[in-house]
């Protein structure tokens, strides 16, 4: 096989190498769509996680603005310290309120902002005040069984 | 008691023979590392080995990549919509490719495919004497035969196991939304909600790199160490593929478990 040709195989082979992986990166992965770049992180005081995990989303109004970037436990005041970093496109009132909700029924968990009315922003190092925690099933499930053993004494 | 003995001595010897072979294999690979610089100042001599290893396996990646995509369509939907939830089948096709498949199949098939020509052809060629022929013309047989072989292994690897992802992805759409009939924009919008270009395609790609080196090193050391037999030839060239293949299938789980750990 003359060389021009072998180069010309070789160079078809990594084109479409080059191809596939772009093509893995722009319509298989997320490279395109809802890439966040450049982002400020706040943190946020939670009693109870649930199954929050590094990497989960932040939405607000159901559209994914940042990502949890790492939960830690305080042992000062026994609650979870979870650092959220948020896009810097997106800026949200100090009074924001910070919930955790699940996605489905038994979807991934994620924080729900709900933006407040205060004129200052979240810049930076700050820290969100309203929180709430995320819902533990048992928990609902024995509240449940109390308020009903409760009504039938009654 | 002269069985028992033999019996330990037995053990003994197939597991120094085991160690020292290792020993050569590590030896073989510096080896190969510290004089692959003629496999880049000649390039050629590169190109040509990814022609015969990369391009000559395309055929067999893009077949086989498109029925494992199929396969994976076709068993994730009857799974997924038990559930009600069959538009994430280009979720749970696209990460068993990227994460998995892609590079562990690729990895297995360029064992078989390139792996044993690779072996065969070392192996009779130090059978023939011609790697000894070319010591004696002082080139250096590791910078000459063996590194470019094994750059191009390497180089050609990542190539491969990317083409097997996409092609497998393709495979898996073309069962899913127009055979079965699913819903394109959800299989699209949440395959690109799920995938993430660090975290997993990146991830596929290291790891398809790691098996290249492993893949590529364990066929030319076999070759290299081959009696120089027919019978040592063939032998060395079946335990190319079970060697490489015991060798992914063990770095996967290493790997992968290094990767979402960390």
Redesign the interface.
């Known amino acids: ?1 003359d ?1 021009i040709k ?2 010309a ?2 160079g ?3 084109a ?6 772009l ?3 722009m ?9 966040i770049r450049e982002t400020y992180s706040v943190i946020a005081h939670f009693e109870n996680i649930g199954g929050l995990k590094p ?1 989960a989303p932040i939405k607000a109004a159901g559209v994914v603005v940042g990502r949890v970037k790492s939960v830690v436990f305080d042992t000062k005041a026994y609650h979870a310290i979870v650092k959220i970093d948020i896009d810097k496109r997106y800026v949200f009132p100090k009074d924001t309120f910070a919930n955790i909700y699940t996605a489905g029924l038994l979807g991934e968990q994620y924080i729900g902002l709900e933006a407040g009315g205060d004129m200052s922003n979240l810049a930076e190092g700050d820290r969100i005040t309203q929180t709430q925690d995320a819902v533990v099933l048992e928990k609902l499930i024995s509240q449940f069984l109390y308020s009903k053993a409760s009504e039938e004494e009654e | 008691m002269k069985s028992l003995t033999n019996f330990f001595e037995k053990i003994g010897y197939s597991v120094t023979r085991r160690i020292q072979r290792l020993g050569t294999a590590a030896r073989l690979f510096f080896l190969i590392l510290i004089s692959s610089g003629e496999s880049f100042k000649r390039f ?1 001599l590169t ?2 080995e ?2 015969f290893t ?2 000559m396996s ?1 055929v067999i990646i893009i077949v086989s990549a498109f029925f494992v995509g199929m396969v994976l369509g076709l068993q994730g939907y009857y799974t997924l919509q038990k559930y009600g939830s069959s538009e994430a089948i280009g979720v749970l096709v ?1 990460l068993a490719l ?1 994460r998995e498949l892609g590079p562990v199949v690729t990895a297995l098939l360029f064992a078989g495919r390139a792996g044993t020509a690779i072996t065969a052809e070392i192996g009779l060629m130090k059978a023939t004497e011609q790697l000894s022929a070319m010591e004696m013309m002082a080139v250096n047989p590791v910078g000459r035969i063996i590194a470019p072989r094994f750059w191009a292994g390497v180089i ?1 690897m ?3 196991a ?2 097997f ?3 497998g ?1 393709l495979g898996g759409y073309v069962v899913a939304v127009i055979v079965i009939g699913v819903d394109e924009g959800a299989f ?1 919008s949440q ?3 799920n ?3 660090r ?3 990146v991830n596929g ?1 290291i790891k398809s790199l790691v098996f290249g080196v492993a893949c590529t090193t364990i066929a030319l050391f076999e070759g290299f160490d081959a009696p120089p037999t027919a019978e040592g030839v063939s032998r060395a060239t079946t335990r190319t593929v079970v060697t490489s293949s015991l060798v992914i299938l063990g770095l996967d789980f290493v790997l992968t478990s290094f990767m979402l750990g960390g």
């Open positions: 096989m060389k072998l180069d195989w070789v078809i082979f990594v479409i190498g080059v191809i596939s992986l093509g893995l990166a319509k298989v992965g997320n490279l395109t769509s809802n890439d990497r | 050629h190109m040509k990814i022609y990369g391009v395309l696209a990227v050609a990542p190539i491969l990317s083409i992802s996409m092609v992805i699209w395959m690109q909600a995938v993430d270009f975290y997993d395609i790609v």
